[in-house]
């Protein structure tokens, strides 16, 4: 039986997450490392320029002062002199960054120093750094190119990379879901590594062992109370054959009769637990045994076969009749019993299809699959809860597909499909 499980949103695979990760660090670094080298380049060239300004200063104003003649860089009270330059004190020398000089796109440095008192003209000399800018522009071009190659050659290794470690994960994923499905022998194995992965695969693993450990118990512990639970039921029905005919011969026999099904139901459980069964298989026709099994329940049962124009009529499939009778009958009796009338049992092909009307299937079971001595009744005396374990492990030997699931129109349908 397949579980009902809801439609879930598409799921991105773990190598892409962290693909996506390895590579918005990727730009993340370069981008500060870019920046930061841009900060700290440029700030070296305006403290050289500064440098560069200041000495020019301290020439051009030992030259003017010795022969009144200016160097070639030297100016007095330029237009263009920034703002912070324009009133220096007696001997004081400054510098600024004054940007790009007008009609010009070259930035420059200017260093100033007045020549005398108050009032006397300030001289200023002019330093260009437009070629240092130009390298600076080069540099943030040279490392923005080296970081896309870097990041185009790092990003394959990531998805690389990501892809061992999610195909590690799938394989712990894929062993989880077989012990789900109930292949208690599923095992993840040795896996490489010492890392969290080889952690989780080596938990599941010894999950899957006590898992198993203790399933073997509870089946050989149910195996045992059903082997010793014959004789005194054997004993039951002798001492009730000896009762006078009566009420109570009856009461006692319906009860003995209940025992003996619920005793004979826990050691058919236990053989298909233990894989003790071998379907006897046989050709034969498929609604001709799906009518005997209805028919022997002794329920109230419309049985519809394909129309006999269709290929599909008097369908012959390969199978152990005795056990799909057993099948067709536990989910007859399920429906009547926890059910309503009508049920109707179709036959299309190799599928069987058992309907009612009444409120359908538990959610929990739907979700979960049939649990032993778990029943949808609300009293107790309505069954024992192994009707639907038993047809499922049934089918399982058939390998046979049993699906459960409700109506829209409510009630519930549960479809066996034969394999082919």
């Known amino acids: 039986m397949r579980p009902f499980r809801r439609p879930g949103p598409a ?3 773990l190598r892409w997450k962290i693909a996506a990760l390895a590579a918005a660090t990727a730009c993340l670094v370069a981008a500060a490392v870019g920046v930061l080298v841009h900060v700290w380049t440029a700030h070296d060239i305006r403290h050289r320029a500064e440098r560069q300004a200041l000495a020019g200063v301290t020439s051009a104003m030992d030259v003017y002062r010795r022969t009144g003649t200016l160097t070639d860089n030297a100016r007095l009270d330029p237009a263009e002199l920034p703002y912070a330059l324009q009133n220096p004190t007696d001997g004081d020398r400054r510098v600024s960054y004054g940007g790009n000089v007008p009609g010009s796109m070259d930035p420059t440095v200017w260093g100033a120093q007045r020549v005398g008192g108050p009032g006397s003209p300030v001289l200023a000399v002019r330093v260009t750094i437009y070629a240092e800018f130009h390298e600076l522009y080069r540099l943030d071009l040279t490392m923005a190119v080296a970081s896309l190659i870097a990041l185009a050659a790092a990003t394959p290794l990531a998805i690389y990379g990501a892809g061992l470690l999610g195909r590690r994960l799938r394989r712990v994923s894929e062993t989880a879901g077989r012990i789900s499905a109930g292949d208690l022998d599923a095992r993840t194995g040795h896996t490489k590594g010492r890392d969290e992965v080889a952690d989780i695969a080596a938990t599941v693993d010894l999950m899957a062992d006590s898992l198993s450990q203790r399933l073997c118990t509870e089946r050989q512990f149910t195996a045992d109370v059903a082997h010793e639970l014959r004789t005194p039921v054997g004993g039951l029905r002798a001492a009730a054959d000896l009762l006078p005919p009566g009420e109570t011969e009856d009461l006692l026999r319906a ?9 004979e139901d826990l050691l058919e459980i236990s053989r298909l637990d233990a894989g003790a069964e071998q379907p006897v298989r046989a050709h034969v026709p498929l609604d001709a045994v799906v009518r ?9 049962t419309e049985v519809t076969a394909a129309d006999a124009r269709h290929e599909a009529a008097g369908q012959t499939v390969e199978t152990d009749p005795r056990r799909l009778e057993r099948i067709v009958s536990n989910l007859v009796i399920n429906a009547h019993r926890h059910g309503d009338t009508p049920v109707q049992v179709t036959v299309e092909g190799r599928t069987v299809i058992v309907r009612d009307h009444g409120p359908g299937f538990p959610r929990d079971l739907l979700r979960d699959g049939p649990r032993r001595f778990h029943t949808g009744a609300t009293e107790r005396g309505s069954g024992h809860g192994l009707g639907l374990t038993i047809a ?9 597909e049993l699906r459960l699931d409700n109506a829209q129109d409510g009630g519930a349908v549960a479809t066996l499909r034969l394999p082919t």
């Not at 499922?392 to 046979?400: D, Y």
């Open 255 to 263: 009860r003995v009769r209940d025992l003996r099904g619920l005793v």
């Open 11 to 13: 799921r991105v695979p």
């Open 392 to 400: 499922l492990g049934q089918a399982r030997l058939l390998g046979a």
């Open 292 to 300: 005997e099994a209805v028919t022997r329940t002794g329920l109230d």
